[in-house]
């Protein structure tokens, strides 16, 4: 119940942040286009599936990052399609 809360609460967060960028004049995706989001995450197991049904009800095109590239994912970002990152990680 209190994942489910989390798992809940981090989508509410991410599509707020990009109703704020969208407000602070972030870069607008067309009306018809869904918004691209890179997800990383760490620090725990999830249950991956049930997790991404989380994005299916917003216009998200969430894309894992893989987790083998660890910070050099952020190593040249001039060709990312992405407009926003959502992070998902806590430690118990």
């Given at each position: 119940?209190?994942?489910?809360?989390?798992?809940?609460?981090?989508?509410?967060?991410?599509?707020?942040?990009?109703?704020?960028?969208?407000?602070?004049?972030?870069?607008?995706?067309?009306?018809?286009?869904k918004v691209n989001a890179l997800?990383?995450?760490?620090?725990?197991?999830?249950?991956?599936?049930?997790?991404?049904?989380?994005?299916?009800?917003?216009?998200?095109?969430?894309?894992?990052?893989d987790p083998k590239l660890g910070s050099?994912?952020?190593?040249?970002?001039?060709?990312?399609?992405?407009?926003?990152?959502?992070?998902?990680?806590?430690?118990?």
């Amino acid at each position: 119940m209190i994942r489910r809360l989390g798992l809940t609460a981090l989508a509410l967060v991410a599509v707020g942040c990009l109703c704020l960028a969208a407000v602070l004049g972030g870069e607008r995706p067309a009306p018809s286009a869904k918004v691209n989001a890179l997800l990383i995450t760490g620090g725990h197991g999830y249950d991956h599936a049930a997790f991404m049904k989380i994005f299916e009800a917003a216009d998200l095109a969430v894309t894992p990052a893989d987790p083998k590239l660890g910070s050099g994912i952020f190593d040249n970002i001039e060709d990312w399609t992405y407009h926003t990152i959502l992070l998902y990680n806590f430690g118990q």
